[in-house]
């Protein structure tokens, strides 16, 4: 790929369309730079925009994604009990290149040689790149039991928002009335800390209003919720109870099949027991995705990528930057906070290609990152969490700022209003 | 340090270009790029000017003061009820000083191209629980004809953390 003048005049008609976002310190870099993206979900749509606009005409911007949109996975689970229709959900990244000029390559990673500075695809072209980011989302451990993808799609995880979102919420249409629905949590740090008992409260909360016989057991990788302890004990034991039941340390080991029954077995001293049910939700463990471990950037564990806060530049490979529920900085995995997270490693990608430091005092003090979000509880309320984590010059770690660390007081109806709002003001802050 | 940080508000305002500056008392003010970074990171759940969508209040049209009065003011309510109330105890009076000051700098600038007036288009509920008003929000709305600017943009600034 090379920068021609079409894109370079595409790339400064962008961002001087924006005046607001681009107005302090337009980068000018003696020669256009190149900053490619992979994926375009919160985290990499995101820092493809905020580079474009903070870079500059210096800076070409490239996205590469296979997909021409994003499933959002935020509010995704309003779509299991009808209080959100699956097609809003979906976001074209067409506006990132006619409002931001960034270039879009519907193609796959597969390769990167971060000395020459060339991404592969799985195409079979290349694109060049002085900076890359990577912003790939997570991946799954394998199951035991589930090793074809027809046998996947029969268990959906309904973890990636897409098809198989609308997989399970055809499952769970089509299941009698007085079946019994598995859902299952796996070992954090898994996407989005409060997700999976917020879909159980969803789901709960549709079986309560159309299948008021059927039940739904929730086995917890975990020894305890892990996320809005006191607003989910009261959801699963007050405002569920008698049709939620949890149990933590339950671990999914494998899955097998008995005719149309599904069964999770978990695994019990020496031995296994099995729990069966008409629809299996199982999560597997999270890992990051297939392309991180592909490029050798999965220092963290063997699942995630370590990288430097400052800059989010991976600490195996210089030049390369992982963003999103891939990197392994310990912060929270939710696309929220990968919107945060981008505008971090927009602003140092920005600086590092004009030669400016990242680690000034008054650089390293405005390295904050904000973790907001709502979660449904019933069919029209709502609680929230919320979470503020700055640099630590000490430790070069991201530290959670303790004051502002919280959930909601009680789940309500304002909070159910207000989860619209904000969703609503991300999308638009990231693919907009 | 000191140095240091001369060479960086210099190397700013070289870098502002067309960009917000102030004349305040015979000196230059700017938003740095460290202020736009700690403000973006408000942009996620507000709106700065007239081309972004959605979300809680629009932070414009304010002063560096008003707005970093407001945020240290919600620093000392009340937790529980307001996410907002929270949020902003994870930020220091300087960086509060940072955000309020890009803030004033940046917001409130009118789109140029017809581009910045199509956004994404917003997701609603389905189904018929939004359509009754809240319950919870009996607060008097007090009439705007009534206010003072100040007040205007107070009460705006609050209206979306109840």
Known sequence: ?432 | MASKKYGSIARALARCGLGATVLVAGAVLAATEDDRLLASQCLGCHAADTTGKGGFERLSGESAAEIAEEMSEMRSKAVGGNIMHLQARGYSDAQIQSIARWFALNAGVAPTNAAATTTVSGVAVAGTADKKESSDDDRPKPSRKTLTAKQRAKLKLLAGHR
Request: include cysteine; hydrophobic fraction near 45%; proline fraction near 6%.
């Open chain 1, 1 to 432: 790929m090379t920068i021609d003048r079409r894109m370079f005049l595409k790339a400064a008609t962008g961002a001087a369309g924006l005046p607001l976002l681009g107005s302090v310190g337009s980068a000018r870099a003696a020669v256009a730079s190149r900053v490619v993206v992979v994926g375009g979900g919160f985290a990499g749509a995101t820092a493809a925009k905020y580079v474009a606009l903070w870079g500059g005409p210096g800076v070409s911007v490239t996205l590469v994604e296979p997909n021409a949109s994003h499933v959002s996975c935020i509010l995704s689970n309003l779509v299991l009990n009808d209080r959100v229709k699956y097609a809003a959900l979906n976001f074209s990244h067409a506006r990132l290149n006619q409002r931001y000029g960034i270039e879009l390559v519907r193609d796959r990673a597969v390769a990167a040689d971060p000395v020459a500075g060339k991404l592969d695809l799985a195409g079979g072209g290349s694109v060049d790149f002085d900076r890359l980011i990577v912003a790939p989302g997570i991946g799954f451990d394998p199951v035991p039991g589930l090793e074809t993808p027809e046998l996947q799609a029969m268990v959906p995880h309904a973890w990636v928002a897409g098809d198989q979102t609308l997989t399970l919420r055809s499952q769970l249409l089509n299941m009698r009335n007085g079946g019994t629905v598995i859902m299952t949590i796996p070992k954090a740090p898994y996407r989005c800390p409060p997700g999976p008992y917020e879909r159980a409260c969803v789901i709960a909360d549709y079986l309560k209003r159309k299948k008021p016989k059927s039940k739904i057991i929730v086995l917890d990788a975990n020894p305890g919720i892990q996320a809005e302890v006191a607003t989910f004990l009261n959801a699963f034991n007050i405002t569920y109870s008698g049709r939620l039941t949890y149990v933590p340390n339950a671990e999914v080991v494998r899955v097998s099949f008995e005719g149309a029954r599904r069964l999770a077995w978990v695994r019990d001293g020496a031995g296994e027991v099995s729990y069966g049910c008409d629809v299996l939700n199982h999560i597997p463990r999270n890992t990051a995705a297939p392309v991180i471990h592909q490029l050798g950037l999965a220092n963290v564990a063997g699942r995630w990528a370590g990288v430097n806060p400052l800059s989010f530049e991976s600490t195996v490979a210089s030049g390369i930057h992982v963003i999103g529920d891939a990197q392994g900085t310990g912060l929270p995995k939710a696309g929220h906070i990968a919107n945060s997270e981008a505008k971090v490693c927009a602003d140092a990608v920005v600086r590092l290609l004009n030669g400016w430091p990242i680690d000034e005092p008054a650089r390293m003090d405005s390295v904050v990152v904000n973790s907001a979000c709502f979660s449904p509880i019933t069919y029209d309320t709502a609680s929230w969490l919320n979470a503020v984590f700055a640099y630590d010059p000490a430790t070069g770690l991201m530290k959670r700022v303790e004051p502002s660390f919280g959930e909601a007081g009680t789940p309500s109806k304002k909070n159910f209003e207000q989860m619209f709002k904000w969703a609503n003001r991300l999308f638009d802050d990231t693919f907009a």
